[in-house]
C-alpha cells in the first residue's frame, strides 16, 4: 500500500510538472508525434511493437523493468534535492573561443569542436557534421529544469554553414527545439532515427531535408556515408507518449575516417556487433556520464563505457555526456576522473578537449586534463589548516 502511495505521488507531481512546463514553455517544445501514415511505416521494423505503438530494445521489456524499480517518491527526491554536493560546477569551467574560420579549412585530419554534453562538431575532409546540438542557453520544456553551467561558447548564428545535422534521439538535451529552429531557412541536412523527422517538421524544417533511418541502414551525403546503429536506451518529450520514436547511435565515415557516436546507451551486446560489422574506428565518442547503478539499462557506468570503446575496437576515445548539465546524481567531475582512471590503467588514448576548443586528431594531440586545477583548489579551499589538499 505505502509503495502505491509513493508511486501515485510521483504520477501526481510529474504530471503537474508536465501542465506546468505547457503553460511556462508553450506546446511546441514537446514536438509532434508521428503520424498513422508513418506508424504504418514503422510496422516494417524487427524493433517495432506494432501491438503496442512502440519501439523496443533488443530485450523488449528492459525498460518497463528499470521504470518498476526507479519510479520511487524517493528517488525523485534524491534527484531534486540530495545526491552529490558538487553536482554542479562552483565556477565556470575553461573554455575556448574558437576561430571557426580556422576550422573550416580542410585537413587530413579529423577537426572537432565540443561544445559540452554531447554536441560535438566535426570537419571532415571540409564537409561540417554537427551531432545532436543543444546551443541556447536552457533545454526542455521547463528551462529551469535543465539550466546549462554556462552559456554556449559560441551562439548559433556564429557556427558556420552545417552540412549535416545528425540527432541520436528526441530526449531535451540531445534534441533542441530553438537550436533545430534556426535552421529553418538553411540548406542543411538532418539524418534521425524513425520518427523523429516529425519533431523537426513541426518546427518548420522542410521534410525534403530530412532522412529517417532504421537501425543498420544508411545513406550517402556529399562523399560521406552515414549509418544508424543500434543503442539501448529509450524516447519521448512528455511523461505519456515514450518509446514513439526510435534512438540510436550512429557511424560516419569519410574517404578518411571513420567515426562512431554513442548517443545515449545502456551497455549491451550491440557495441561488439557495430565493432564487427564496422569497426575498426579512428575515434569513438562515448557516453560517459548522468549514469546511476539505478537506471545503468538506459545510461552506462564508467567501466561499462570503457567495455563499450573496446567492443568498438576504436584507436581514441572521447567521452561525451558530462560536463554541461546536472542529470544524475554523481560530481560533475566524477565521469571524466573514472574514465580517465580506467584509460590510464588499460592503456586507452583519450581526447579531452576545453568546451569550444578546436581540436585536429593526429600524432601530436596530447590529452590533458584541464578539470584537475579546478578540483586541487577546491580541495585546497576546503582542506583546514596545515593539511595537504589531495585528489584520488
Known amino acids: 500500500m505505502r ?40 510496422k516494417q521494423s524487427s524493433h517495432y511493437d506494432a501491438e503496442r505503438q512502440i519501439f523496443v530494445n533488443r530485450r523488449p521489456g528492459i525498460i518497463e523493468e ?22 554542479s560546477p562552483s565556477t565556470k569551467l575553461p573554455e575556448v573561443k574558437p576561430d571557426l574560420a580556422e576550422f573550416q579549412r580542410p585537413a587530413d585530419d579529423i577537426k572537432l569542436i565540443w561544445f559540452g554534453h554531447s554536441s560535438v562538431l566535426l570537419n571532415l575532409e571540409g564537409r561540417m557534421v554537427l551531432v545532436d546540438p543543444v546551443l541556447s542557453t536552457s533545454t526542455g520544456p521547463m528551462g529551469f529544469m535543465m539550466t546549462r ?3 554556449p561558447v559560441v551562439k548559433l548564428s556564429e557556427l558556420p554553414p552545417i552540412d549535416v545535422i545528425l540527432i541520436s534521439h528526441d530526449h531535451y538535451d540531445h ?15 538532418f539524418i534521425v532515427p524513425l520518427g523523429v523527422g516529425s519533431h523537426l517538421v513541426g518546427w518548420g524544417i522542410s521534410p525534403d531535408r530530412i532522412t529517417e533511418l532504421d537501425w543498420w541502414q544508411n545513406v550517402e551525403h556529399d562523399g560521406l556515408r552515414i549509418t544508424l546503429t543500434p543503442a539501448q536506451h529509450f524516447s519521448g518529450r512528455d511523461f505519456s ?11 560516419v565515415q569519410s574517404a578518411k575516417h571513420k567515426i562512431f557516436f554513442s548517443g545515449d546507451t545502456g551497455y549491451d551486446t550491440h557495441f561488439k556487433e557495430i565493432g564487427d560489422r564496422l569497426g575498426p574506428f579512428d575515434l569513438a565518442f ?7 547503478e539505478k537506471w545503468r539499462e538506459v545510461h552506462m557506468l564508467p567501466d561499462e563505457s570503457l567495455q563499450a570503446f573496446k567492443d568498438l575496437k576504436a584507436k581514441r576515445y572521447f567521452p561525451i555526456h558530462w560536463g554541461m548539465f546536472n542529470l544524475s546524481l554523481h560530481a560533475w567531475h566524477e565521469p571524466v576522473e573514472r574514465i580517465t582512471a580506467g584509460a590510464r590503467r588499460d592503456g586507452i588514448p583519450l581526447v579531452t578537449p576545453r568546451i569550444g576548443e578546436a581540436v585536429q586528431l593526429n600524432d601530436r594531440y ?15 579551499t576546503e582542506a583546514p589548516t596545515g593539511s595537504e589538499a589531495t585528489i584520488e
Open 3 to 42: 509503495i502505491k502511495r509513493k508511486a501515485s505521488t510521483f504520477l501526481i507531481i510529474t504530471t503537474l510538472l508536465t501542465v506546468i512546463g505547457i503553460v511556462i514553455g508553450g506546446c511546441a517544445s514537446f514536438g509532434t508525434l508521428p503520424s498513422e501514415s508513418d506508424v504504418d511505416g514503422f
Open 66 to 87: 528499470m521504470r518498476a524499480r526507479t519510479t520511487t517518491f524517493s528517488l525523485l527526491m534524491q534527484f531534486l534535492f540530495g545526491g552529490s554536493s558538487e553536482r
Open 149 to 151: 553551467f554556462q552559456d
Open 175 to 189: 534534441l533542441d527545439t530553438d537550436s533545430i529552429r534556426f535552421f529553418k531557412e538553411s540548406k542543411t541536412r
Open 241 to 251: 507518449n515514450q518509446n514513439k520514436t526510435l534512438w540510436g547511435s550512429f557511424v
Open 286 to 292: 562515448i557516453e560517459s556520464g548522468q549514469y546511476n
Open 366 to 380: 596530447v590529452a590533458e586534463s584541464w578539470w584537475r586545477p579546478l578540483l586541487l583548489a577546491a580541495k585546497s
